[in-house]
């Protein structure tokens, strides 16, 4: 690695690759996306806090109450909510309970790869205080040291009207333009990325996952 | 001059029209499905706000030419479907480009957009994609034999390949109908239709739990958008070409609509009703009766 | 399983036969004859099924022990044999020769209790804890507690309480009960 881009803040440096890979991966940084014009934007808002697709990615032992909702009796779907099972064209992230390190480098690697505008939803106590696994070597304590949170459930595990009052929370978030945890996440990339490499000890991947 | 600038507004509205009917279409069986289920369902609006949604995504990221190219070859594909289709016999706007294309062109539109995709699939570079491009070339392969042997039994009946000609045919009772005055031909088509459509038990290219959504696993905000958009063009548009081959095509839009509803009704009824085949299950299927259907409606008119 | 036991002790020095249930027996055997007597069971005496091979650490006596579990399909009894083996110098032979998940099981070992068996296949790649550099989670020297608090910024404001006492003083708020 040349001195110029050490010290070049537009480019991230990927060192966690070995010399050979860095060339396939993307090494520019990503940049916040700015809304649109007032009334367009809350038209578009409107949109997006109606149709809301899952990221179809079962974190913990959160992922089994979120089954319940797909099922007759609790019907997410006529919220306009639906399991997707590709980040690439999700937009809600559930973080479902407690993420251990090694959940945590694949969260970290879905959430990048998800679209803009993305919001995450910590469910259940263990993502946001650690819940019952607080002391443990291998699970982490708050998610929101690692990437940004939306909107917390509470509860182990939370209920599905819970979860379904957690999605209206999101929904009134995102028409209100507050939901903008994308933005604030490449804002604060460095912050992050800096408590992301402390927990995970062999970073292999480049540090944007485009 | 106004001539062709007139040809392109009633392009644009019979499009505009196609493309919001095969959305309502989609909301409609979702909520029909809902409903079997027992379930309250979404509402009938959800696909307009999910295309809305996925075309308002800030970002987006390519993989390359062909990455960009496949979604719109889809699209092209779809759109070149739905315009060499009259979709409502006598009517100026809705008659499209029927007049410069015939059949064997259309045929070709449903094929084409599939290639496409599964070009600007592979640049994607997901297992799954591949995985579901070479289910979903071999399935297509295999309903195109009973449904080119169905089309040259109409051809051989109606001694013509114009579509425009064919609707012709069938009209002063429903009785001229090719359903009823060639029954095989029109089973081995509908079967075709079946396959068209990737409804359960033939949904084997989108197969979720197997290769969840298949191709456009690496598609993501306008590129989904625009498969989407095809999506509800394509569907509607299959389903206008098989009302003009088989049911007798429309007069005005009410009957369009009606005979095109029952038609996918077929494809949801059967897809509730039966589990996914295997690959090689569904090719033997569709080499199977409705090949057979087929060779048998083109001999019963060669003869 | 009497006979098993009598017939057992014929070949090998085994010790605290202790009979817990009708169909669950456990006994304790030297280092050196663990894995004959393993093979032993497995190919004579039916125990063709290892339900888990988990260690405990006795870290008061600077040992390990190694508990292999085995199943009788035959006849449903359960096996248990202790290998105690020394703490400092952790080793274990391998027994992924005679049961492939064994490996499985070895490579989890070496990495939360730092006990190596050389020749397992792949046993020194991480298995859960990727790229983890402290002294293996599962030995009790390590401080979880004080690990977790370092490590994975705690939430101030959060109450912790000991169980025990916790419980006693909410349930039986008069004294003891």
């Known amino acids: 690695m040349t001195k110029e881009t050490k010290h070049n803040p537009s480019i991230l440096e990927n060192n966690g690759l070995p010399e050979f890979e860095r060339d396939y991966f993307c090494d520019a940084r990503p940049e916040q996306s700015r809304p649109l014009a007032k009334y367009i934007e809350k038209f578009l808002n409107w949109a997006r806090a109606n149709s809301l697709w899952l990221l179809g990615f ?4 959160g992922a089994v109450e979120l089954r319940p909702l797909m099922t007759a009796r609790y019907d997410m779907y006529r919220y306009g909510i639906a399991p997707r099972p590709t980040p690439r064209q999700s937009s809600v992230f559930i973080i479902g309970g407690y993420a251990s390190v090694k959940t945590t480098k694949r969260i970290i690697r879905s959430y990048e790869q998800m679209q803009q505008p993305k919001f995450v939803i910590a469910l259940g106590s263990c993502p946001i205080n650690g819940g019952m696994y607080w002391d443990s070597y291998n699970t982490i304590n708050r998610i929101d040291h690692y990437i940004p949170v939306d909107v917390y459930i509470a509860g182990c595990m939370p209920r599905p009207e819970s979860i379904i009052a957690g999605f209206d929370l999101l929904k009134k978030l995102i028409k209100e333009g507050q939901a903008e945890g994308a933005n604030k996440y490449i804002e604060n990339l460095d912050w992050y990325k800096a408590n992301q490499k402390k927990i995970i000890k062999d970073w292999n991947m480049p540090d944007y996952n485009w | ?31 029909i499905v809902a409903r079997a289920h027992g379930r309250v369902g979404p509402p009938i609006w959800q696909p ?42 006598g009517s100026v706007m809705f008659a499209n480009l029927s007049f410069s294309g015939d059949l064997l062109l259309v045929m070709y539109f449903i094929f084409f957009g599939q290639l496409g995709m599964a070009l600007g699939a592979g640049e994607g570079g997901h297992p799954n994609s591949a995985i579901a491009v070479g289910r979903g070339l071999s399935q297509m392969t295999s309903f195109e034999l009973p449904f080119a042997l169905s089309v040259i039994a109409l051809a051989i009946q109606y001694h013509s390949l114009s579509i425009t000609e064919i609707v012709a045919a069938q009209q002063g009772g429903i009785l001229n109908w090719t359903i009823f005055t ?42 989904l958008g625009i498969l989407q958009t095809n999506r509800a063009i394509f569907l509607s548009a299959k389903l206008v070409l098989f009302m003009n081959l088989y049911l007798g095509g429309a007069t005005n839009i009410f009957a369009m609509m009606l005979k095109t509803f029952m038609l996918y009704m077929l494809s949801v009824v059967v897809g509730v009703s039966f589990p996914r085949f295997r690959t090689e299950q569904s090719i033997r299927f569709f080499l199977g009766v409705p090949t057979l259907l087929g060779l048998a409606a083109v001999i019963i008119f060669m003869l | 399983m009497k006979e098993i036991i009598q017939r057992l002790k014929q070949q090998f020095t085994i010790s605290n036969v202790n009979q817990q249930r009708v169909d669950l027996t456990f006994l304790s055997v030297k280092k050196e004859q663990a894995v004959s007597l393993i093979s032993y069971l497995r190919d004579f005496e039916k125990f063709s099924h290892l339900v888990f091979l988990t260690a405990v650490d006795r870290v008061e006596d600077i040992q390990f022990q190694l508990t292999y579990m085995l199943h009788n399909y035959n006849t449903h009894q359960d096996l248990g044999i202790r290998v105690l083996i020394d703490r400092e110098k952790a080793e274990m032979a391998s027994i992924h020769h005679l049961w492939k998940q064994a490996g499985t099981y070895q490579r989890e070992l070496k990495e939360m209790f730092g006990i190596d068996f050389p020749g397992s296949p792949r046993v020194d790649e991480s298995f859960i804890l990727e790229g983890w550099d402290n002294i293996p989670p599962m030995r009790r020297d390590f401080d979880t507690k004080k690990y977790s608090e370092e490590t994975y910024f705690p939430r101030p404001g959060r109450e912790s309480h000991d169980p025990e006492s916790y419980m006693k003083s909410k349930l039986y708020p008069e004294g003891d009960a």
């Open chain 1, 58 to 61: 079962g974190t913990g032992c």
């Open chain 2, 1 to 31: 001059m106004a001539d062709i600038l007139r040809t392109a507004l009633y392009l644009f509205i019979s499009v505009f029209v196609i493309l919001n009917y095969g959305l309502l279409l989609n909301g409609l069986v979702r909520k």
């Open chain 2, 182 to 223: 060639n029954p095989l031909a029109t089973f081995a088509g509908l079967f075709a239709l079946l396959g068209m459509n990737m409804h359960s038990p033939f949904d084997i290219v989108l197969a979720p739990q197997e290769v969840p959504i298949g191709p456009p696993t690496e598609m993501q905000s306008s590129f």
């Open chain 2, 48 to 89: 307009w706000l999910d295309i809305l949604k996925t075309y308002a995504k800030r970002s987006a990221i390519s993989h390359g030419v062909m990455f960009f190219l496949g979604p719109i070859f889809r699209l092209a594909g779809g759109l070149g479907t739905y315009l060499f289709i009259p979709a409502i016999y």
